[in-house]
């Protein structure tokens, strides 16, 4: 909750994330290089994707944000390095893999030198690559999220620092709370196109259309203080405001497909729902279903019979960010 908040053009911001698993996982397998062969070999597992790359190109080539991750670090020239990523997630779910990739990228090459980056900073550098390597619109959290894990309350006083609060629930709240929320994806990648450039362009131009922002930040706020409470039912109203606010900073923020998935939750009686992300055509929602959560399977059948497209990802509450570790003895390089 607080999306839109955490971005250049909001200055400050208040935002309220939950880490969730599936994770993403890179593995980075070194040898020694051999001569005239590219240093890096890619296997982009999700796009069957396997390429070469050069550390020293000048240029993006399949995949720009795997590869700016290697431009931050300097690689020894005689190192190869063999490098696997591997989701479960689909790619354009709005659920934050793209940078939950540029982490675990830059993590594991902080570890295979002098590991002397800490989370925020690895989280800081990811920011960067979208940002600034990559001229693309990009809020702080899912960076965040991915490098700190678990429940986290961000307050963004300048952007783009901000403070990370975790919190940490009760273990009997967590285990209701994961088995009440559902994840849907609505089968298509979310867009950032003609829409978001618009709201974009409005929020940069007019003072007076950021009030808007304001009721994001206060879904955050009182998202954090019901789940402070143990009140998953205000939790809940919290999200609902959260996507309330995301529709008045443009009506197709919330997607023809996003509200089909709404109207039929609705009739089974749940007490929270947020379109994910930027929204738009594609992308996912986030159910919080009611206490009992009888009808859950159900309406997971009832969602995915409804259109070919949509489809149940099943989630857990994910404690920890970024884990990374060495599989031998070999020294950092």
């Known amino acids: 909750m607080g999306g839109w908040t955490d971005t250049?053009?909001?200055?400050?911001?208040?935002?309220?994330?939950?880490?969730?698993?599936?994770?993403?996982?890179?593995?980075v397998v070194t040898r020694p290089k051999r001569a005239g062969e590219p240093q890096i070999r890619i296997h982009a597992e999700n796009y069957q994707d396997v390429y070469d790359l050069s550390s020293d190109a000048k240029s993006w080539t399949k995949h720009p944000l795997i590869e700016a991750g290697f431009k931050l670090f300097?690689?020894?020239?005689?190192?190869?390095?063999?490098?696997?990523?591997?989701?479960?997630?689909?790619?354009?779910?709005?659920?934050?893999?793209?940078?939950?990739?540029?982490?675990?990228?830059?993590?594991?090459?902080?570890l295979l030198g002098r590991r002397s980056l800490t989370s925020h900073e690895l989280a800081a550098k990811a920011h960067?690559?979208?940002?600034?390597?990559?001229?693309?619109?990009?809020?702080?959290?899912?960076?965040?999220?991915?490098?700190?894990?678990?429940?986290?309350?961000?307050?963004m006083t300048q952007y783009p620092e901000a403070s990370v609060s975790p919190i940490d629930l009760p273990e009997e709240?967590?285990?209701?709370?994961?088995?009440?929320?559902?994840?849907?994806?609505?089968?298509?990648?979310?867009?950032?196109?003609?829409?978001?450039?618009?709201?974009?362009?409005?929020?940069?131009?007019?003072?007076?259309?950021?009030?808007y922002l304001d009721p994001l930040r206060a879904a955050a706020e009182a998202g954090k203080e019901a789940l402070l409470r143990g009140d998953l039912t205000a939790f809940g109203e919290a999200m609902i405001e959260n996507t309330a606010a995301q529709k008045n900073l443009h009506p197709d923020l919330v997607g023809e497909r996003a509200r089909q998935?709404?109207?039929?939750?609705?009739?089974?009686?749940?007490?929270?729902?947020?379109?994910?992300?930027?929204?738009?055509?594609?992308?996912?929602?986030?159910?919080?279903?009611?206490?009992?959560?009888?009808?859950?399977?159900?309406?997971?059948?009832?969602?995915?019979n409804a259109h070919a497209d949509f489809r149940h990802l099943p989630i857990r509450l994910a404690p920890h960010g970024l884990r990374r570790w060495r599989s031998d003895d070999t020294p950092p390089v």
């Not at 960067?128 to 965040?144: A, N, T």
């Open 8 to 27: 250049w053009f909001a200055g400050t911001g208040k935002v309220l994330n939950i880490a969730v698993f599936p994770p993403v996982e890179v593995t």
């Open 74 to 110: 300097q690689l020894p020239p005689a190192l190869h390095l063999d490098v696997t990523i591997y989701s479960a997630a689909p790619a354009g779910a709005s659920t934050g893999t793209s940078a939950s990739v540029s982490v675990a990228i830059l993590g594991a090459l902080d």
């Open 128 to 155: 960067y690559i979208e940002s600034h390597l990559l001229k693309l619109q990009s809020g702080i959290q899912d960076q965040l999220c991915a490098a700190y894990g678990g429940i986290n309350y961000l307050e």
């Open 173 to 211: 709240l967590a285990w209701e709370l994961e088995s009440r929320l559902l994840l849907i994806y609505l089968g298509k990648p979310h867009s950032s196109s003609a829409v978001h450039e618009s709201v974009i362009r409005r929020l940069e131009k007019s003072p007076k259309f950021r009030r």
């Open 261 to 304: 998935v709404l109207e039929m939750a609705r009739r089974y009686g749940v007490v929270g729902y947020k379109v994910n992300g930027a929204g738009g055509v594609g992308g996912s929602v986030t159910l919080l279903l009611a206490g009992d959560a009888r009808d859950k399977h159900e309406l997971i059948q009832r969602l995915e």
